[in-house]
């Protein structure tokens, strides 16, 4: 059984909208003026800020749902570094993977610095 409300009293759209909203603005940072345009492509039309207020009132609940069924990171991990060139230019590229394969986290550096990649390597997921 969802605990989420059908409605909010008061407001004009049903629950599924406002959340899908702030769904994508949470989960995929898009900005609000492109989440304007989602709902617009199937007929609804949202002003942004009625979305900016949705996040604003809604958005710490659901976000902290979305973070509670995120997968676990595996209990083993290990630090990739991948030199890459971009636009002729050479940078490091740092990734902390688990055993699982689910990157844990990512850090791109103009120059090598091992105080950094030493607490890069230090954080907890």
């Not at 304007?36 to 002003?47: D, K, T, Y």
């Not at 604003?56 to 749902?65: D, I, M, Q």
């Amino acid at each position: 059984m969802s605990t989420e409300p059908t409605t909010y009293p008061g407001y004009r759209f049903p629950a599924e909208v406002i959340h899908h909203a702030i769904w994508h603005y949470h989960l995929f940072s898009l900005n609000l003026r492109d989440i304007e345009l989602i709902p617009a492509e199937r007929g609804v039309v949202v002003s942004y800020e009625s979305i900016r207020r949705w996040c604003l009132r809604f958005g710490t609940n659901l976000a902290g749902r979305l973070r509670k069924r995120r997968p676990r990171p595996g209990d083993t991990w290990h630090l990739d570094e991948v030199y890459l060139t971009i636009n002729g230019e050479l940078f490091y590229l740092w990734r902390a993977v688990d055993q699982h394969g689910v990157v844990l986290d990512i850090l791109v550096q103009e120059r090598r610095n091992a105080t950094a990649a030493k607490r890069f390597s230090n954080a907890r997921w």
